[in-house]
Each structure stands twice: as structure tokens, then as C-alpha cells.
């Protein structure tokens, strides 16, 4: 994974694979349905992108593993 983007199509991909809508999976997690949409749309916060910035800069690559699923 190299963006918040990626991560984002990630996540969409769990939600409707569990036939969840985004306020079902917002509210499972704990968040707003605003900032659930964000991260499925890859509207990073500067935190995350950051921390994607430093596993990039130090060769970690960040992986969902989504059996069966394909982006």
C-alpha cells in the first residue's frame, strides 16, 4: 500500500464484502460517518500520511490482506 488511497479502497472492499453500509461500519468502529467516508475516499489526515511517509522512507511496505478480493 503506498497512499491513503489504497488503504481506503482497502477498507471499502472489507465493508461491502460484510454487506455493511458505511453508517453500519461507522458506527462498528466508532466513528462518524463523515470521517468513515473520508477514509474510504483516501482524504488521509496529515497523521496517516505521514506515517505512510515513514514506512515508504524505510522500505515497510503496509498491506491489508483481503483473501478472495480483488481492487
Given at each position: ?6 488503504l481506503g479502497a482497502c477498507i471499502r472492499v472489507a465493508r461491502k464484502e460484510a454487506g455493511l453500509t458505511q453508517a453500519d461500519a461507522a ?45
Open positions: 500500500m503506498l497512499s491513503a488511497r489504497e458506527g462498528l468502529c466508532g466513528v462518524s460517518v463523515p470521517f468513515f467516508n473520508a477514509v474510504e475516499n483516501g482524504k488521509g489526515t496529515a497523521q496517516i500520511d505521514k506515517v505512510l511517509h515513514v514506512c515508504r522512507q524505510l522500505g515497510i511496505r503496509v498491506c491489508a490482506d483481503l483473501p478472495g478480493a480483488a481492487l
